[in-house]
């Protein structure tokens, strides 16, 4: 059974509603088919797909940008770097005095230095790392066009020849294979725990 809305025709009523308000009252019962819609989802066989709005977008292409991540990576080996340091400085302080005694009348302003001195050199050599590697791992995976276990064994072959290559070619080729034989081992165990 259907309804169908007709407008009176009681001609004393008919001047008090004009058909613009039948449409602003449509309107505001149905809703206006002009209006921004943030998230549509859209139902599929597997599950319903999200359309993202424009700001999400942005703010994802901005993240998974190579800069971004090459960024993210060195703040975060600095810290990492920073706390290895601090460790490393705690377990072998660096002595520069011969004399056996001296341990004993080392000032606390000296131990602080040499800890600072130990957790800023780890702290750039941290950084420098984890913004090459990521960098170079973003580039690879952008040119392949893939995300696979290739991607983190090339960067870190890469980055491994250009640390090595301070210490010669053949440093250089033995960095190489190092590192990607452990950037393999290290994607590897994530994917599995993942």
């Known amino acids: 059974m259907s309804f169908v809305f007709r407008p009176p025709t009681d001609p004393n009523l008919s001047k008090f509603v004009e058909d613009n308000d039948y449409d602003s009252l449509a309107k505001y019962?149905?809703?206006?088919?002009?209006?921004?819609?943030?998230?549509?989802?859209?139902?599929?066989?597997?599950?319903?797909?999200?359309i993202k709005s424009n700001e999400e977008k942005m703010i994802e292409s901005t993240i998974e940008s190579c800069p971004f991540k090459s960024l993210t990576s060195c703040i975060i080996g600095y810290g990492l770097g920073a706390a290895v340091g601090l460790f490393t400085s705690s377990l072998m302080p660096n002595v520069s005095v011969t004399d056996p005694n001296a341990l004993q009348t080392q000032s606390a302003r000296e131990i602080l230095r040499e800890m600072r001195t130990s957790m800023l050199s780890y702290a750039k050599n941290f950084a420098i790392l984890g913004a090459v590697f990521s960098g170079i791992e973003c580039c690879i995976e952008s040119a392949r066009g893939k995300t696979d276990w290739k991607n983190?064994?090339?960067?870190?072959?890469?980055?491994g020849g250009l640390i090595g290559l301070r210490g010669g070619l053949r440093a250089g080729l033995f960095g190489a294979a190092g590192f990607a034989a452990f950037s393999t081992v290290i994607d590897y165990y994530m994917h599995q725990r993942g």
Do not use: D, M, S
Not at 31 to 50: K, T, Y
């Open 152 to 159: 983190g064994t090339y960067a870190g072959g890469v980055t």
């Open 29 to 50: 019962l149905v809703g206006n088919n002009q209006r921004f819609r943030e998230n549509i989802i859209i139902p599929r066989i597997l599950g319903p797909v999200i």
